[in-house]
């Protein structure tokens, strides 16, 4: 007679043990990288234990060898240094100092309804990724894809500016309703505290703002759900990677080498979770004359293109500076909706088809 078939935690780890950890030559079940696997109606936790040295696509390989497990319909994973202490559920004895009340990160949860989950991040400010956010928003949704745009920069909320929108978001049974601009669904704090109030706050209140946003707002179906998150590689970041499953992230920069440098940080980052880097926008890339439409460079060229090969991800597009594009911006009005057919226009509705391909 046939043997039984294996239960569904058997097949999951059959499934971790086919992945291999190159570093280690080692696959990762006889590696130790697998921890605290459990398996309940089909859905899957564990944690995943990714050493400094370790192949960041290793934890994203593993998401995926568990979730073409036939039987499998959710998979949660927690990534943790195997460097770091761990927490205090594995047995008796003391945390370290201070972490004594903190609660271990949740696990990113599946949200089906949301999409495809797009980051849009950068490594520091003033590169112009709440322009690119905003556009790359209203550019899909001018294609016909329903389109959801949580604003994550908790302490300068600039969405609401950009998409003209300023409205108090109503709660209907108990969930908050998110305001629409330009057929684009939105939620930012900056629609719930008065204009002047300064966000002074740590890392648990981040984190739960953004739960909340992602948990608490009736988003609806959505094709496509963006988070414009702020500079830096910070709470937020860390709290949305731990909230949330992310399909893919896209680094904003400009052609200058210290913005370059401070992106291949936040690139690395996402990397490090397990997180795809579908590839880099470079904002600023040159200037349009608006009367003989001449380009000229007024910062030093190629820092995108220089990152993208580092990264070994693709260039998705080069934006310029163009008149005009900042009073559009202060006016509520994205570019490609204000002049459609302008340059900078242009290059963002390509770099919106881009990153929708490769999301698929």
């Not at 057929?183 to 204009?195: A, E, H, N, W, Y």
């Not at 998150?229 to 499953?245: E, F, R």
């Not at 579908?278 to 380009?295: D, T």
């Not at 009005?333 to 929708?356: W, Y």
Request: net charge neutral; hydrophobic share 40%.
């Amino acid at each position: 007679m046939p043997p039984p078939p294996a239960d569904l935690k058997s097949q999951v780890t059959a499934a971790l043990a086919a992945l291999q950890n190159p570093r280690l030559g080692k696959d990762l079940i006889a590696a130790g990288m697998v921890r605290d696997l459990v398996e309940e109606n089909g859905v899957v936790q564990f944690t995943f234990l990714l050493g400094r040295d370790d192949p960041a696509t290793l934890a994203r390989d593993a998401r995926r060898a568990v979730k073409a497990v036939p039987g499998v319909s959710e998979v949660r994973v927690t990534i943790s240094d195997p460097g770091a202490p761990r927490a205090s559920s594995q047995g008796p004895g003391p945390r370290p100092a201070g972490m004594e009340n903190v609660p271990p990160p949740p696990t990113a949860q599946e949200m089906p309804n949301m999409g495809k989950v797009l980051a849009v991040s950068s490594g520091k400010g003033g590169v112009g990724k709440s322009t690119v956010s905003a556009n790359l928003a209203t550019a899909l949704a001018a294609q016909g894809f329903k389109v959801g745009l949580m604003d994550g920069d908790i302490y300068g909320p600039n969405i609401p500016r950009m998409m003209g929108v300023f409205d108090k978001p109503p709660v209907t049974a108990g969930k908050i309703q998110p305001l629409e601009g330009h057929g684009v669904k939105l939620m930012s704090l900056g629609f719930i505290v008065d204009r002047d109030a300064p966000a002074i706050w740590r890392g648990p209140i981040i984190m739960k703002v953004i739960q909340q946003f992602l948990r608490d707002v009736d988003w609806g179906k959505l094709d496509y759900f963006l988070v414009d998150l702020p500079p830096g590689t910070g709470d937020a970041q860390l709290s949305l990677t731990q909230s949330i499953h992310l399909h893919g992230a896209v680094i904003v920069t400009t052609p200058q080498e210290v913005a370059v440098g401070d992106s291949l940080r936040g690139a690395k980052m996402f990397e490090r979770v397990g997180v795809r880097v579908l590839g880099v926008i470079e904002n600023m890339s040159y200037y349009v004359c608006p009367h003989c439409g001449e380009k000229s460079e007024l910062f030093l060229s190629g820092g995108g293109e220089r990152l993208a090969a580092e990264l070994g991800v693709p260039l998705l597009g080069q934006i310029p500076l163009q008149a005009r594009l900042p009073q559009h911006a202060d006016a509520g009005r994205p570019i490609v909706v204000a002049d459609p057919e302008s340059p900078a226009a242009r290059a963002l509705t390509d770099v919106a088809r881009r990153v929708a391909d490769a999301l698929k």
